[in-house]
């Protein structure tokens, strides 16, 4: 039986698995977001009048997201943002937040906005249980999609934000993409990484670059 845990006034009862010694603890402002989401799109018919419009996952993997957004062309700034996610609560409560942060205060710039990491999210909602962090990536790589659509609508292909994958395992086939994946999935080690990836196992020459990666990944996400 999971055991009860001490809260904090930003936090209610949450348990602990017994395989872990994570606590999976929502704050107040997750479950506000998750139970009354912002800028949630409802109905997709509706959504017309837009500048952008990025998608991310697939609903056959159970993690799927659509962003739209609306651009003032003289500010370059990000006015508004809505969304629609296939994704489990803490991606629907980040995405949620995600989609305050780039309107709020008259919108944000549309170049501070691609600067937004996962962990900027996580901090204004208190905090995310590790094992969840992963979910607050979703509606970032969905934004950027969104923004690169509206480049390409607007004619500013000098602007697009490439996304680039890089083979580091040509044995076992796994790239850059696949390690960060890992890392936001909780491995943190060689021997984790290696058990969700197979990477260096039968190329163990590559084992250098898969350490520092871990650690960039790593540092970028959890600090």
């Known amino acids: 039986m999971a055991k ?30 998750f139970f009354h989401p912002k800028n949630l799109v409802t109905d997709t018919a509706k959504m017309k009048d837009y500048d952008g419009l990025g998608m991310v996952g697939s609903p056959a993997c159970g993690d799927m997201m659509k962003i739209w957004i609306k651009v ?34 008259n919108g944000m710039k549309i170049n501070k906005a691609l600067a937004i990491k996962p962990q900027d999210i996580t901090k204004r909602l208190g905090d995310l249980p590790t094992r969840k962090i992963h979910c607050s990536v979703l509606g970032d790589k969905a934004l950027r999609s969104a923004v690169n659509n509206y480049f390409i609508k607007s004619k500013q292909n000098d602007r697009v934000v490439k996304e680039q994958v890089r083979i580091i395992d040509k044995i076992a086939k796994v790239t850059d993409h696949d390690i960060e994946e890992a890392v936001l999935e909780g491995a943190h080690t060689l021997e984790a990484v290696q058990k969700k990836t197979k990477v260096g196992i039968g190329n163990p020459e590559v084992i250098p670059e898969v350490e520092q990666l871990i650690r960039f990944y790593t540092e970028k996400y959890f600090g």
Do not use: N, R
């Open 72 to 105: 003032d062309k003289k500010t370059d700034k990000i006015k508004e943002m809505k969304w629609q996610t296939f994704g489990c609560g803490s991606a629907i409560a980040a995405t949620s937040m995600l989609s305050v942060m780039v309107s709020e205060k």
């Open 4 to 33: 009860k845990i001490k809260t904090t006034a930003a936090c209610s009862v949450d348990v602990v698995p017994k395989s872990t010694d994570d606590t999976w603890i929502y704050t107040d402002i997750v479950k506000e977001h």
